[in-house]
Every structure is written in structure tokens, then in C-alpha cells.
């Protein structure tokens, strides 16, 4: 085969019939002269394929092999400007998304069994070394329109958001509850997956920018909604999903039962020296961990669970491990790190001893009919009742959306779920039921990816651009 890109476009072709032997021989030839490590290297193996299937599965839509070609030819502030045309946090994505499953997954190179452009890390390297390179975002023709809007939450919509909107002169003022910005970024995503002083760095950035961040400050508590809306001429919400899903079986709130995202958090601000007066650090140091859930949260807390010195941790899931909702690469990573798995294992109880011990029981399950969205419901195998003793349990089943007080006065609507119901696919994109306000990230799409926020936050800044005249 002397064409490799049709070669390429063949093998993608479900009903094609590809040999292959061939298909290994081509990609051989192509990968001897490629197969690299460092980013400008890596960045040629790109192949330029025609088909940018990377661009399509990221929820952004980059522009990956324009910039993997700036890179290659050391066009580094040239390559900044470009990631930041599509995503307003890509030194983050380029850490935090499951690539597996998005660009990297659908690369060609992965898809012929050589191992896909490590685009994910080439993302981050591109903001990180420009930033230390000088480069900041070019703001220089902005013209101020004089519009201000309020945007709720500091997490990866509302900085998305934020991003669009003060690049077209529209005054951003983000409020949020906690004392640092990023939302689940800061207070959820643990150290080691992301470093906490890239997301300060992103926060100094978007300062220089002109976005203002009024920190420590609760909406419906320390400012009205309704101030907001007198105040400015619209409002975003990208308030995230908060609302803990519970097993439903006893002894869920026993002393030594913990939430996940408290655990989280405890350990960041422990870490970051803000805890409030009067909360000690919950270190799983010397004791024995059980972590019950599937999905990355789960992986988290499994991980700092070891990192914390845990004596042993084991994390149950109550489907098998094809099935798990967490990102490949984190379930190999807590399995290196030392996390033993359960798989197909559900809880229906903890009790508690006199010695302060936790027996906690789980039953086996197997797979059995699809459920209402296709994923096959686990089955109770009877009989199959084991007990395990730990000293701690932690729950980290996900999280579900919540309206807010205000909404039913300002006839803000939600679905059967409570999430905020503001499509895409109207004249405004993303506003709510109020025309005034906007939302996205977590809060519309239920608890997902800081990709998917990032691009709801700024999709919603555009239909609020149109909205205001602006644009
Ligand atoms: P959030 O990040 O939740 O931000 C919402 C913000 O709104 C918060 O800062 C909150 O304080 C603020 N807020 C809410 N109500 C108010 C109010 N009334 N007044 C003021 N402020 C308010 N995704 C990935 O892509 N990769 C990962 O590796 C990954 N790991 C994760 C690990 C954990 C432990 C968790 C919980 C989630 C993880 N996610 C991951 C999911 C990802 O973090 C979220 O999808 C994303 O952060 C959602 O962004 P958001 O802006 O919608 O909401
Ligand atoms: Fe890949 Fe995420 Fe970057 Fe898109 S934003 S290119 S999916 S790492």
C-alpha cells in the first residue's frame, strides 16, 4: 500500500475488508520514523491523516494538528494562541481528561496499534512553556463595551465563561463560595493528577485579562440572586452538581462512613493550609480503606487513600471492570499504586463494632438485562453474602444536581433530575428559562468532564454575546 492516508481511510471504514498483516507493515514503516518522546518529537508523529478524528472527539473541537504542527516547527507562542482559540483551560484538560477515551482514543497511530500522539500532555506542554516563555493572551484589541455580567461559580464553566466573555469587552465578575478559584479543579481533582499552582497561575492569567473573582462570597447567602440581576445586564450559572447519591443501605451515616468529596477537599485544604479552625485532617494513615464506587472520584479518593498511608485499600465496584465509569488509565493507576480491586461486588450494609471497627457487607453480582440507558443492570448472585472489616468507608456513588432556592421565583426550570434546563440548540444557546440567565457545565449536563464544562462555559458566553447585542 504506497498511500498511506488512503490506506488509513480504509482501515477506518467499518465494512472494509484490511488485511492485517499489511495494516501492521505500513504502520511499521510509518512509526519506525516517528516513535518519540519528547513534545516537538511527538508532535511529528502526527500524520497529518486528513481525517482529524482527534479534533471531533474532543468535546472542544482543537485544532490539534494545526498546533501539533506549531510545536513541531518551535512555534510556541503561535501554538498558545491557537489551543486557546478552542479551550480556555488547556494546560488543564491536557492533564485531567481521560484522552483514552477522547482525542488520543480516536488518534490513527492508536488506531494502528503504535500508540496514539500523546496529544494530552502536548496540550499542557504548550501552555506551560509559553507561559514561562513570556507569553500571555493577546487582549490588545479588545474594545470595552461597557456590559457586565455575574457569573456563578469559579469552576470550569464559569471560567470558560469568563474566557469569551472579556475577550469581546464584556466585564466578567465571577463570585464563588469557596477561597480559591476552579470549582471541582481546585476542591475535588487531587494534587497529583493537578498541580494546585497551575490553576493559581490560570487564575493570575485571567486577572491580567481583566476577569474579576469576588472569592468567599456565596450567592443566596452573602449576595442576593436578585441583586445580581439588578446589578448586571445578564447572569451565567455554572454552579456544578453537589448532591451526594446515597446506596440506600444501613449504615450509611455511621461515625467513620465518609462522602467522598469532603474527604477530598479536607485532604486539598490540609494541603493548601486552609482548613477552617476546628476541622482536623481525616488521614487514612495506618488503616484499613474500603472505597465503594467505580468512577474517578472513586480513583481519587483510592489514591489518596494510599498516599495518606493507608494500611491497606480495597475499592469494590458493583459491575465488572469492562464496565467501570472511570477513566481507564486511573483504574491502572490506582492498581499500581497498590488499590485491590473487588469487582462485581455491591454493599448492603455497615455495621458498626463496640471496638469502633467497620464490618462492611457486600454481596457478588453478575450482569444481567440493559437498564433504561443500555448499561446491563447487576444482579444479586443469592447466597453470596461476605463481610470485610476496615476502619473506614468511603462512599463515592457520584452526584446529582440540585435547583437552587431561587429558582422557582425567578422561573428558572429543571428537569426530573433538577438539572437546569438550558439547550444548545435554541437562539440563545444555553439560557435558561429566564431570559436573563444563562448555565452550563455540571449544573445543565448532570455530573461529567471539566472539557464538557469548559465548552458549555463558552458556548453560553457566545449565546450571551448575542443576547447583550454584542456580538
Ligand atoms: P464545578 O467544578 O463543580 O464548579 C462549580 C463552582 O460553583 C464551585 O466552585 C462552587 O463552589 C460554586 N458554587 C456553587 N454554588 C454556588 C453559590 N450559590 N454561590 C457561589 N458559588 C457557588 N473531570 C475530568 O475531566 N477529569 C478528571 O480527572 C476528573 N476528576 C474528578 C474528580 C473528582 C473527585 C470529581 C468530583 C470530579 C472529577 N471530574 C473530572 C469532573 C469535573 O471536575 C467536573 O465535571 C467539572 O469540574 C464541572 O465543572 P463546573 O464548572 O460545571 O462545576
Ligand atoms: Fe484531548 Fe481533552 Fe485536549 Fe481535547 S481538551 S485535545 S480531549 S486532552
Known sequence: MSDVFQFMNVARDPGAKVD????????????????????????????????????????????????????????????????????????????????????????????????????????????????????????????????????????????????????????????????????LLTFGIPEF??????????????????????LNTEIGKDVSFESLLADYDAVFMGMGAYKYMKGGFAGEELPGVIEALPFLINNVRQNMGTLPAGEAHQSMQGKRVVVLGGGDTAMDCNRTAIRQGAKNVICAYRRDEANMPGSKREVANAKEEGVNFLWNRQPTGIARQLDGTLVLTLVTTQ?????????????????????????????????????????????????????????????FQYQTSNAKVFAGGDQVRGADLVVRAVFEGRQAAQGMLEFLGVW
Request: hydrophobic share 40%; proline share 5%.
Open 193 to 214: 493528577k493537578l498541580e494546585k499552582d497551575v490553576i493559581a497561575r490560570r487564575r493570575s492569567m485571567m486577572e491580567e485579562m481583566g476577569v474579576e473573582f469576588r
Open 367 to 427: 450482569l444481567g438485562e440493559p437498564d433504561e440507558k443500555g448499561r446491563r443492570k447487576p444482579v444479586i448472585v443469592a447466597g453470596s453474602e461476605e463481610a470485610i472489616i476496615c476502619d473506614h468507608v468511603i462512599i463515592a456513588f457520584g452526584f446529582q444536581t440540585e435547583a437552587a432556592p431561587w429558582f422557582e421565583k425567578h422561573s428558572i426550570a429543571v428537569d426530573e433530575w433538577n438539572r437546569t434546563l438550558a439547550p444548545q440548540g435554541q437562539k
Open 20 to 183: 492485517a498483516a499489511e495494516r501492521k507493515i505500513v504502520f511499521k514503516e510509518i512509526y519506525a520514523s516517528l516513535a518519540t518522546s519528547d513534545a516537538s518529537e511527538q508532535a511529528a508523529r502526527c500524520l497529518h491523516c486528513g481525517n482529524p478524528y482527534c479534533e471531533w472527539e474532543c468535546p472542544v473541537h482543537n485544532f490539534i494538528p494545526n498546533w501539533l504542527k506549531l510545536v513541531k516547527e518551535g512555534k510556541l507562542f503561535e501554538a498558545a494562541e491557537m489551543s486557546h482559540k478552542t479551550n480556555s483551560l488547556p494546560e488543564i484538560c491536557g492533564r485531567v481528561c481521560p484522552q483514552d477515551r477522547l482525542c488520543e482514543g480516536s488518534c490513527t497511530l492508536n488506531q494502528g496499534g503504535f500508540g496514539a500522539v500523546t496529544i494530552g500532555s502536548i496540550e499542557k506542554y504548550i501552555t506551560d512553556e509559553a507561559w514561562k516563555a513570556g507569553w500571555r493572551p493577546d487582549m490588545s484589541n479588545v474594545i470595552a463595551t461597557g456590559k457586565k455580567v455575574a457569573i456563578i461559580g469559579a469552576g470550569p464553566a464559569g471560567l470558560g465563561c469568563a474566557d469569551i466573555l472579556v475577550r469581546n469587552g464584556v466585564q466578567p465578575v465571577v463570585f464563588d463560595r469557596y477561597e480559591e478559584i476552579g470549582g
